[in-house]
């Protein structure tokens, strides 16, 4: 395994971005298996594109994993690799959008030029996927109770409990960044 450098980032062309496709594999323990490669905005107006954005909180790289870019190996956080392990399908790829391996984070240009585009590939991706973390404290109560205040007219958070559920979904990390609260 040699680590990937700089120079494993083909440059971009005006108006493109690096995507990730997210290989498939059976066994959800493999190593996470990738292939990078360059898309064009150019000329997409409002249209979407074949592709998901991951909005989520990078982390500490205290501790990085590694994803394989073909047969090098990519430092990413260990929240990432967590990500990508949760995402990645038994047997469909998968084509993201993701500012920590998508941008060469090597290149100060090229991360000035990126960071422009951030705008338009959060708003044209097909979807945007939002990592909040794992399931932990009530956080999949607390998700089905703002889905059903969302459909309701009263206040289905009366109940300490869901109320206490919401709150502790609500400090995660992801909601403190800057761009979230504006």
């Known amino acids: 395994m040699s680590c990937v450098t700089s120079s494993y980032y083909q440059p971009l062309l005006p108006e493109s971005i690096r995507l990730l496709r997210l290989l498939p594999h059976e066994d959800k323990y493999a190593p996470i298996q990738c292939q990078l490669f360059n898309y064009s905005l150019q000329g997409s107006d409002n249209r ?5 954005a991951l909005s989520y909180v990078w982390g500490g790289s205290n501790k990085p994993q590694f994803i394989f870019i073909g047969e090098d190996g990519l430092p990413v956080t260990e929240n990432l690799h967590r990500v990508l392990s949760h995402l990645r ?12 391996v998508c941008i060469n984070q090597e290149d100060e240009r090229e991360k000035e030029q990126q960071i422009q585009f951030m705008a338009k590939i959060y708003g044209q991706a097909n979807r945007v996927v939002v990592w909040l973390g794992e399931a932990a404290e009530n956080s999949d109560e607390a998700l089905e109770e703002i889905r059903a205040a969302g459909r309701k007219t009263t206040n ?5 409990t869901n ?3 919401v709150l502790a979904l609500l400090r995660r990390p992801w909601f403190r960044r800057i761009w979230v609260r504006e």
């Open 48 to 52: 979407s594109h074949p592709f998901d």
């Open 89 to 100: 399908h038994h047997s469909i790829e998968r084509i993201m959008w993701i500012d920590a």
């Open 156 to 160: 289905p958070l009366t109940d300490g």
């Open 163 to 165: 109320r206490s559920a």
